[in-house]
């Protein structure tokens, strides 16, 4: 059933993408069998989630063989000069040998065998699909929607003290060794996410079976569902809107150096070009997503799970990608799913739904607010900038406390009986 929803998913995606003359993410995924893949990181990132369900021998060979096949395809593109441009040079050997899991689990396997490399095949090629997915809705959002809310979010955001403007100036004085470091961090998010759920998945081989819930789950509803706000609430970011990045289409030339001003905010238009992915900030979301599931993990991993939302926060702001009302949404958001994905693995109860009610109570209500009350919070910022923050701060609370109760109790050890008493 679930593959079924899927599949029709993104035939709709390709048929609304065809549309106006893109290509869709089943084109896209297609046309990386051959061509440069636009991520090769995420597509060994991809065939590692395959690994999980294979043997140390066999990891060994497919390893080497996606190695194999793309000196193989960068060799045969050097010989003929055929330029890789807009893409990364490897990447396919890696998608092949996904490709070649597939067909050896129809063709080579039976019984749980079958079943679970087809899952392993089936995680791996998900994560490549919601990549591919997201490319589509972006694309999808800059066609549909010629204008833009930021004017509501800018002024909005007076309530926080404007921290896109305030971190875009930190990030410029820290020259560009700080850029850079922050700038992989945003771009490597998924890979960060596929080492967490390596570690969460490093049983699956020898127990035959994924855990109930895991950090991909949460990954890709979060990449499915955010999309769908884009759309009802259309906004391109600071950098776009106030920047020199948004050419004419800007509204001022601001960012980061001078606030953008208190007025009454409208739509404004933009161009067809530049998706409108700002509310909420995924980026904060998944990031969110990686840091609460590293928390079971050892403590390297809980560090690099807590430098990655650290970092992913201090880039969404310092390039002028978000607002910072962006990112309270985006945590808000995060936690609403994981509850939900965590509710939907346990088994549905009264606090899950609470839980849930709660998050999506809190994502709507700021919503309505930054649409319709933008002025009030501008010029009333000791007032709605810590309501925003206890807003957030109620919901991490609350989940917090919840999936605490959740755990499983460890038994007491049971006390050890009593032994007989000789009678002399």
């Known amino acids: 059933m679930a593959a079924t929803v899927a599949l029709g998913f993104l035939v709709a995606l390709e048929i609304a993408a065809r549309h106006y003359g893109l290509p869709g993410p089943v084109t896209n995924q297609v046309r990386e069998v051959i061509?440069?893949?636009?991520s090769g990181f995420l597509l060994y990132a991809s065939l590692s989630l395959v690994m999980v369900v294979l043997t140390w021998r066999e990891r060994l060979i497919a390893a080497a063989s996606?190695?194999?096949?793309?000196?193989?395809?960068?060799?045969?593109?050097?010989?003929?000069?055929?330029?890789?441009?807009?893409?990364?040079?490897?990447?396919?050997?890696?998608?092949?040998v996904i490709l070649g899991c597939a067909v050896i689990a129809l063709t080579r396997r039976t019984g749980q065998e079958r079943a679970l490399l087809l899952k392993g095949v089936g995680l791996g090629l998900l994560l490549v699909t919601g990549r591919k997915t997201g490319d589509t809705w972006l694309l999808i959002t800059s066609k549909t929607r010629p204008a833009v809310l930021d004017q509501y979010l800018a002024t909005a955001d007076h309530a926080l003290g404007n921290p896109s403007w305030r971190v875009g100036r930190i990030v410029e004085a820290a020259g560009p060794i700080g850029a850079h470091v922050l700038d992989w961090v945003y771009v490597q998010l998924a890979v960060a996410a596929v080492v967490v759920a390596?570690?969460?998945?490093?049983?699956?081989?020898?127990?035959?079976?994924?855990?109930?819930?895991?950090?991909?789950?949460?990954?890709?509803?979060?990449?499915?569902?955010?999309?769908?706000?884009?759309?009802?609430?259309?906004?391109?970011?600071?950098?776009?809107?106030?920047?020199?990045?948004?050419?004419?289409?800007?509204?001022?030339?601001?960012?980061?150096?001078?606030?953008?001003?208190?007025?009454?905010?409208?739509?404004?238009?933009?161009?067809?070009?530049?998706?409108?992915?700002?509310?909420?900030?995924?980026?904060?979301a998944w990031a969110t997503t990686i840091f609460i599931h590293s928390r079971k993990g050892p403590r390297v991993l809980r560090c690099a799970g807590a430098f990655w939302l650290v970092a992913t926060l201090g880039a969404t702001l310092g390039f002028g990608y978000h607002y910072g009302v962006d990112l309270v949404a985006g945590a808000v958001f995060a936690l609403t799913v994981e509850a939900a994905m965590q509710s939907l693995a346990r088994g549905w109860d009264r606090s899950g739904v609470r839980l849930v009610a709660h998050g999506t109570a809190v994502f709507a209500a700021l919503l309505v607010s930054y649409r319709f009350l933008p002025l009030e919070m501008a010029r009333h910022p000791w007032v709605f900038g810590p309501l925003l923050l206890l807003a957030m701060a109620s919901v991490i609370h609350n989940f917090v406390r919840t999936t605490r109760l959740w755990e499983p109790k460890a038994a007491p050890a049971p006390l050890p009986e009593p032994r007989p008493q000789l009678v002399t």
């Open 35 to 38: 061509y440069p893949p636009k």
């Open 198 to 284: 390596l570690y969460q998945l490093r049983n699956v081989a020898d127990e035959r079976r994924f855990p109930g819930h895991h950090l991909v789950r949460t990954f890709l509803v979060i990449g499915l569902l955010g999309p769908a706000v884009y759309m009802i609430f259309p906004v391109v970011g600071p950098v776009f809107a106030f920047g020199a990045s948004g050419g004419h289409w800007a509204a001022a030339d601001l960012w980061p150096h001078t606030l953008p001003p208190v007025g009454a905010p409208h739509p404004m238009p933009f161009d067809e070009i530049t998706p409108r992915n700002c509310m909420p900030s995924l980026h904060t």
């Open 66 to 96: 996606a190695i194999g096949i793309d000196l193989a395809i960068v060799l045969v593109r050097w010989a003929f000069d055929i330029k890789v441009t807009g893409g990364h040079p490897f990447g396919n050997g890696a998608l092949w």
